[in-house]
Nanobody, 121 residues
């Protein structure tokens, strides 16, 4: 069974940095695009960054220049390096991926359980 497990969240002061990780485990043949979403209290879930299996990246405007998404295909892991953090970055961050568990399955979409990031002094 496929699992996405995020780690690296926590409490950080404004201007600080955190690196989130998301490791995919289980039977996986191919991982395509991987996404980081976030959801702040009383707000809709927002797509923050994405990276294709070819390494093409894209970001929401509010994090451009501060966040960097990367992936290690050998480890089935994606990272989100977050620098110059602001209080408005406070949210639960979720990993999401399009992947194929087996050669015979269709591409499915999978979510992690989320990790809390709190930016506060």
């Amino acid at each position: 069974q496929v699992q996405l497990v995020e780690s690296g969240g926590g409490l950080v002061q404004p201007g600080g940095s955190l690196r989130l990780s998301c490791a995919a485990s289980g039977t996986i043949v191919s991982i395509y695009t991987i996404y980081w979403y976030r959801q702040a209290p009383a707000k809709q879930r927002e797509l923050v960054a994405q990276i294709t299996n070819g390494g093409t990246t894209d970001y929401v405007d509010s994090v451009k220049g501060r966040f960097t998404i990367s992936r290690d295909n050998a480890k089935n892991t994606v990272y989100l390096q977050m620098n110059s953090l602001k209080p408005e970055d406070t949210a639960v961050y979720y990993c999401n991926a399009d992947l194929k568990p087996t050669w015979f399955s269709v591409i499915g979409n999978y979510w992690g359980q989320g990790t809390q990031v709190t930016v506060s002094s």
